[in-house]
């Protein structure tokens, strides 16, 4: 009896030390994985740290090189506006300059419109002054004065007027212009220009 109970004793004790001796190799099992675990995790946060570091690397290069083509575009906008800047002042100073000439022609013109108006007055003025001594004889015919002119047409003068105590005095007698007509034709008109006005105005009162 006592030695059953020994037997069973010692199969206890036996179960009892080979679950401490299990449950001390236990830990020792877990710390293993979970080592293992854990650089199996540092690994793989390495790889994932230089993968984002390699994007992060290539992000930044074209980052700068679409800032380097931002700012070439810049510069180049920059320098077409300063060019656009500069034709623009010279657009202005050139229609400034054209503006102020268009003035100073207008002023001319305008002076010359009135000086031509003028001129033109002063023309017809002495045109009527020179033509005021003048006269014009029709149905004359032609040939009749032969080579003296001026002694025919005061003869005519007196001769048809009665103005035979007139002191006649002609400048230039001439007919009018053009070539001498046919027989058919009516003759051409004597041109007689008086050296003085009142001489005309008598033989025009005669006749």
């Given at each position: 009896?006592s030695?059953?109970?020994?037997?069973?004793?010692?199969g206890?004790?036996?179960?009892?030390?080979?679950?401490?001796?299990?449950?001390?190799d236990?830990?020792s099992?877990?710390?293993?994985?979970?080592v293992?675990?854990?650089?199996?995790?540092v690994?793989?946060?390495?790889?994932?740290?230089?993968?984002?570091?390699?994007?992060?690397?290539e992000?930044?290069?074209?980052?700068?090189?679409s800032?380097?083509?931002?700012?070439?575009s810049?510069?180049?906008?920059?320098e077409?506006?300063?060019?656009?800047?500069?034709?623009?002042?010279?657009?202005?100073?050139?229609?400034?300059?054209?503006?102020?000439?268009?003035?100073?022609h207008?002023?001319?013109l305008?002076?010359?419109?009135?000086?031509?108006?003028?001129?033109?007055?002063?023309?017809?003025d002495l045109?009527?002054?020179?033509?005021?001594n003048?006269?014009r004889?029709?149905?004359v015919?032609?040939?009749s004065e032969?080579n003296d002119?001026?002694?025919?047409?005061?003869?005519?003068?007196?001769?048809?007027?009665?103005?035979?105590?007139?002191?006649?005095?002609?400048?230039?007698?001439?007919?009018?212009?053009?070539?001498?007509?046919?027989?058919?034709?009516?003759?051409?008109?004597?041109?007689?220009?008086?050296l003085?006005?009142?001489?005309?105005?008598a033989?025009?009162?005669?006749?």
């Amino acid at each position: 009896m006592s030695t059953s109970r020994t037997t069973k004793n010692t199969g206890r004790h036996q179960e009892s030390q080979k679950d401490v001796k299990e449950k001390k190799d236990l830990p020792s099992s877990l710390t293993e994985a979970s080592v293992k675990e854990d650089t199996m995790n540092v690994a793989e946060i390495l790889r994932e740290l230089t993968e984002l570091r390699k994007e992060n690397q290539e992000s930044f290069t074209d980052t700068k090189a679409s800032l380097f083509r931002l700012e070439s575009s810049v510069t180049d906008l920059k320098e077409r506006m300063e060019k656009l800047e500069q034709r623009t002042r010279e657009t202005q100073s050139r229609i400034s300059a054209a503006e102020d000439t268009g003035q100073r022609h207008e002023r001319t013109l305008r002076y010359l419109v009135r000086r031509e108006a003028a001129t033109t007055n002063l023309c017809d003025d002495l045109q009527n002054r020179l033509h005021r001594n003048n006269l014009r004889i029709y149905q004359v015919p032609e040939g009749s004065e032969k080579n003296d002119t001026v002694g025919f047409v005061k003869q005519l003068i007196k001769n048809q007027l009665q103005l035979k105590n007139e002191d006649i005095q002609i400048e230039r007698v001439h007919h009018s212009p053009g070539l001498k007509p046919g027989c058919p034709a009516p003759s051409r008109s004597i041109i007689v220009r008086f050296l003085d006005y009142t001489v005309k105005e008598a033989v025009l009162r005669q006749a």
